[in-house]
Structure formats: C-alpha cells, structure tokens
C-alpha cells in the first residue's frame, strides 16, 4: 500500500509541475500573441502593453553589395509609430509558423519561424527570437531580434 501511495504521490506531483510549466509557457507565448494582435491592427498601445519600458529592436541580415552580416537597431518608439504609419490601403500579416519556448521562470527565450506578407504575396521570412522578463506579475518582452530572408522562403 505505501509502494502504491509513494508512485501516486510522485506522479501527481510530476503533473503539477508539468502543469506550472504549461501554464508558464502559455503566458509568455500569449504576451507574444498580443504583441501581434497589436502589430495586425497597428494598435501601438496592445503592442506596447506586451513590452518591457526598455525594450529594444533588432534585424540581421546581409548587405546587398558586399554580402557582409549587418545588425540594424531601432528604437520602441520609431518601430511603433511606423507600424501605426502604413497606410489603410496596405495590408499585412506576420504568420508564426511555431513557438519554441525555453524559461527558467524569469527569463524566457521563444525562437518563431515565420512568414510576413504584404497584400497577400510573400515578402520575406526568418525568425524571431523574442526575449522575454517576467515583472510584477507578467511576461514582458525585452528584445525582439529577427533575420530576414527573401530566398529559400517556404509558407
């Protein structure tokens, strides 16, 4: 009886655990959700509400004339406004194609896989990797790095 009790105490304690972890990696994967909920409707306030006060931007990618590896920065506030800036008659869409979440509890790291669209024709892929802090509460993304790629796309 208590080999029996010991095995259903140690497996319920494994589920809750593994429970606490889906839970932890649903809410970092729903902050990003908001963040492109915000991005699709060009609504900076959603997007900000997914974003740490000191989060920064940056794309890799390569130097059309010599091919050499370039990292671009950008700051929250010009990155915003030029989302909410892209004119009515043009539409986009990011589609995330996965989530890879890796957390400790306070700092997470989700690698995304996507394809970004502009009036329905693909313009380019990569992936994002967002790092996130969890603050007061709640999971804040800090950094936002992507790679763009116009070749070897596949959506």
């Not at 494994?14 to 994967?29: M, R």
Request: net charge negative; hydrophobic share 35%.
């Amino acid at each position: 009886m208590n080999k029996q009790f010991a095995l259903i105490l140690t497996l319920l304690l494994c589920l809750s655990g593994y429970a606490q972890y889906n839970s932890e990696e649903s809410e970092i994967e729903q902050t990003i959700r908001t963040f492109f909920e915000g991005f699709h409707k060009q609504d900076s306030l959603m997007m900000h509400t997914a974003l740490y006060k000191t989060a920064h931007l940056q794309t890799i990618g390569y130097k059309k004339e010599s091919n050499t590896v370039k990292i671009d920065s950008e700051s929250i506030s010009n990155f915003l406004q030029a989302i909410v800036s892209i004119p009515t008659e043009v539409s986009f869409r990011e589609e995330i194609h996965d989530y890879n979440i890796q957390s400790d509890g306070l700092l997470a790291t989700v690698w995304t896989p996507y394809s970004f669209f502009i009036n329905g024709n693909l313009s380019h892929c990569g992936t994002n990797n967002f790092r996130l802090v969890k603050a007061e509460g709640k999971w804040k993304i800090f950094s936002i790095v992507d790679t763009r790629k116009t070749k070897e796309c596949t959506n």
